[in-house]
């Protein structure tokens, strides 16, 4: 058979399998998509310490809030492991679950007690989201695993927007009460256990799953070496891949620039996510709404998600020397984030408050993609995962430290203003290390700097391509196989 008879039946033989890997990618996208639209979500906080159920702040803030953290941390492990082992699909439908649970809970419980199993499920379907972000990679070929992160990135936050805005909507102009919008959203929630059911289960995964993978001629990954350059003899725990992982993830831990950003992504990611869980409250502290239609946290959530999704995407655009300027830039944005949370503590007026949540949320969301290219620049696709899922692991148990020693009523049990003002202080100690570790590397610099500026100098002048394969070649030695 001649070279251009093959030519001619090729896409005949692919046609069908490269048609089926869009569809499934199309498919998980708006699975991601419709999963996000929760009207209610932005509304939880006037809801339990509104008429509906009438709970304390107290209760809300030191009894029932502190359980989210609390479960997240104790299913984080397990359900990161079983995502993988279970091949994703199991774990989307116990998230979808969990969510119907959350919505069920709301409507029906009445109890202290309904409420912090309902934090419990918010938990594990925070701990899940791990299964949407890993199972589209199990779709698609390494090379396109960039344009995919984009696109199921990009469905979820157009989810998260369409949903505050619907809520919002709902509220100030169609006068709906809380109650009607956790029923609407109980309503999306089981369309997406039924979305879930008919998405395809994969059959690899990123760790349990790698002896059922076809390669299709292509070169073996880090994590196929690893689970076949174990040799002969008896097996050991100790050659699991996972564990062989780990082991890797602490020698990569040596290279500055992956040090510093894990560090970052640890210890601000932490305080962030307690200042989401706790927000809600703060603002019904300063403005409590007696008029449901005046109460505006569809539209916060909406405005901060859009600036988030903005600022994200210029990051990919901000060309400097970051083995030189990280630590300043880390420490600028830190510090400004300070500033934000003293101006919500300490304002009477609802709306700069809100402002300065929405700065806030932006600011932070501008260093996620600049921390996942510093991070991702020198490790293979599965180091990266599994130094990822570390960092988060270390942040929930930090964050969770924190809500046992400020929050939870058997540690200080503090009331929200002063909670915020300890946030406050958090992130401007967080700024002052950054600012002198920026100061350290500034001082290292100037007594080496005829030689790093001929270094950036040959840089400029290098192909992209040369300059990550430059970056990587010095640190991230012990990554090959």
Not at 444 to 467: G, I, Y
Request: glycine content about 6%; charged content about 15%.
């Amino acid at each position: 058979m001649s070279k251009k008879d093959e030519g001619a039946k090729k896409p005949a033989a692919e046609a069908a399998p490269d048609q089926r890997w869009k569809l499934q990618v199309f498919y998980l996208c708006f699975y991601g998509f419709m999963t996000q639209i929760r009207p209610g979500e932005s509304f939880i906080t006037p809801y339990l310490l509104g008429p509906d159920k009438n709970f304390t702040e107290v209760e809300v803030t030191n009894v029932i809030t502190p359980v989210l953290t609390y479960s997240y941390t104790a299913v984080l492990v397990p359900i990161f492991l079983l995502t993988d082992y279970l091949r994703y699909k199991p774990v989307l439908v116990l998230q979808s679950l969990s969510h119907i649970s959350i919505w069920l809970l709301l409507i029906l419980g009445t109890s202290v007690l309904a409420m912090q199993f309902m934090e419990f499920f918010y938990g594990v379907t925070m701990a899940a989201r791990i299964a949407y972000s890993s199972y589209i990679f199990s779709l698609v070929a390494p090379s396109r695993y960039q344009r995919m992160a984009s696109y199921s990135r990009s469905s979820v936050l157009m989810g998260v927007f369409a949903s505050s805005v619907l809520g919002q909507l709902c509220v100030t102009v169609g006068d709906v009460p809380f109650l009607t919008l956790n029923y609407v959203s109980l309503g999306f929630m089981s369309f997406g256990l039924i979305l879930t059911l008919f998405l395809e289960r994969p059959k690899r995964s990123l760790f349990f799953n790698r002896a059922e993978v076809d390669c299709n001629g292509a070169a073996p990954t880090e994590l196929d070496k690893m689970a076949t350059g174990g040799g002969e003899g008896t097996w050991h725990w100790r050659d699991a891949v996972l564990c062989r992982m780990l082991r890797e993830v602490g020698m990569v831990a040596k290279q500055p620039q992956l040090r510093l950003w894990s560090i970052w992504w640890i210890f601000n990611s932490a305080g962030y996510y307690l200042i989401l869980y706790y927000v809600q409250i703060l603002w019904n502290e300063i403005y409590p709404a007696r008029d449901n239609r005046r109460v505006y946290n569809g539209g916060v959530d909406a405005a901060s998600t859009l600036l988030g999704a903005v600022a994200a995407f210029a990051a990919g655009y901000l060309k400097i020397r970051w083995t030189l300027w990280s630590e300043l830039v880390i420490g600028a944005v830190t510090a400004f984030q300070a500033g934000l949370l003293l101006l919500m503590n300490t304002t009477s007026n609802i709306w700069l408050c809100y402002a300065a949540y929405v700065l806030f949320r932006g600011s932070y969301q501008f260093l996620v993609p600049i921390a996942i290219f510093r991070i991702a620049a020198s490790l293979s696709k599965e180091l990266c995962a599994l130094v990822f899922g570390v960092n988060t692991f270390f942040a929930t148990v930090l964050k969770t430290i924190i809500t046992v020693i400020v929050a939870d009523k058997r540690g200080l049990g503090l009331s929200v203003h002063p909670q915020f003002y300890v946030y406050f202080g958090y992130f401007a100690l967080l700024a002052v290390a950054y600012l002198l570790a920026a100061v350290g590397v500034g001082i290292q610099h100037s007594r080496h700097k005829q030689p790093a500026e001929l270094a950036f100098a040959k840089e400029l002048r290098q192909p992209a391509a040369d300059v990550l394969a430059t970056e990587k070649s010095p640190e991230a030695g012990t990554t090959q196989a």
